[in-house]
């Protein structure tokens, strides 16, 4: 598949776009929609362009060193879920420059540097991450811990007792 696109009178409040291999991802026009989930198969990562209306995001195996999306520019987003594979080609290590607007923060696997950035988010409720951190995250998650107005969660994994992945928001 090469690209996936809306057009700027689509309706659309909610996507989600499960195990998809395409080249590019343009939803920049979609003005409506507020909840954007994607999945990448591919190995290499596509070219994004979202809509700066988006208050959900959810990626995994999309962003890319570099990186391939603004996430900085996305003024409304309060909710964001990252991650990726790190086998993946080109895969993010490095966590993104963050809208000021995140309440939640939710990082997968893959995602293991530049974790002290979460502590420039003034709004910032809650982070959660995946167990067992390495090395280097620990001195800021005792840091972040220290912040009583962010609630610092570990978990193991993202799936659920009965082995299912959990969708993203906990829709199974």
Request: glycine content about 8%.
């Amino acid at each position: 598949m090469d690209g996936i696109s809306f057009s700027s009178d689509s309706n659309l409040r909610e996507l989600y776009i499960a195990g998809t291999s395409c080249t590019s991802v343009d939803l920049a026009d979609c003005s409506a929609l507020t909840s954007l989930g994607i999945t990448h198969r591919g190995h290499e990562m596509p070219s994004v362009s979202l809509p700066t209306s988006l208050k959900k995001l959810y990626l995994h195996n999309v962003l890319r060193e570099g990186t391939n999306a603004d996430l900085a520019s996305l003024s409304d987003l309060q909710y964001l879920k990252l991650g990726g594979r790190a086998a993946t080609k080109g895969a993010m290590r490095h966590l993104p420059d963050l809208p000021q607007t995140l309440i939640e923060l939710d990082l997968w696997d893959g995602v293991v540097r530049g974790l002290e950035r979460v502590t420039l988010l003034t709004n910032l409720k809650r982070l959660v991450m995946p167990l067992p951190p390495t090395a280097e995250q620990l001195p800021v998650i005792k840091h972040l811990r220290q912040l009583r107005h962010i609630d610092v969660t570990t978990m193991e994994g993202m799936h659920s007792p009965r082995g299912k992945v959990i969708a993203p928001w906990g829709r199974p």
